[in-house]
């Protein structure tokens, strides 16, 4: 019996832009994980500098290009994540910060 090959998905033009765009915007906050892919897929063979990456996007396979916006996507759904808990923790302490105020207000009154 002969297994049907799964079908390969091709990234369209716009969405190589969007990631490239994406890349340059979060270059300086790159988990070590994305730096080390993107060196690991680099066509600058180790010439380039240490906070500089040579990457040209139209020569990776597809399946490079859909791991790489895996990657992205999942660390920036991480950040968000991140962030949402130190909103979250940040509200929790001007609530406790502002109910000591209350406190405070409450027993000088009544003094």
Same mark, same amino acid.
């Given at each position: 019996?002969?297994?049907? @090959?799964?079908?390969?998905? !091709?990234?369209? +033009?716009?969405?190589? $832009?969007?990631?490239?765009? *994406? =890349?340059?915007? #979060?270059?300086?906050?790159?988990?070590?994980?994305?730096?080390?892919?993107?060196?690991?897929?680099?066509?600058?063979?180790?010439?380039?500098? @240490?906070?500089?990456?040579? !990457?040209?996007? +139209?020569?990776?396979? $597809?399946?490079?290009?859909? *791991? =790489?916006?895996? #990657?992205?996507?999942?660390?920036?759904?991480?950040?968000?994540?991140?962030?949402?808990?130190?909103?979250?923790?940040?509200?929790?302490?001007?609530?406790?910060?502002?109910?000591?105020?209350?406190?405070?207000?409450?027993?000088?009154?009544?003094?």
């Amino acid at each position: 019996m002969v297994k049907p @090959e799964p079908i390969r998905q !091709i990234m369209t +033009d716009r969405e190589k $832009h969007n990631l490239s765009t *994406k =890349l340059e915007f #979060l270059f300086g906050e790159l988990p070590e994980n994305i730096v080390d892919f993107l060196k690991e897929q680099s066509s600058s063979d180790g010439q380039m500098g @240490e906070d500089e990456i040579e !990457i040209d996007i +139209d020569a990776l396979s $597809h399946e490079t290009l859909y *791991k =790489l916006r895996k #990657l992205l996507d999942d660390y920036l759904l991480e950040k968000q994540k991140n962030q949402a808990k130190a909103e979250s923790c940040e509200m929790e302490g001007l609530a406790i910060h502002l109910c000591s105020r209350v406190k405070v207000m409450i027993k000088l009154m009544r003094s």
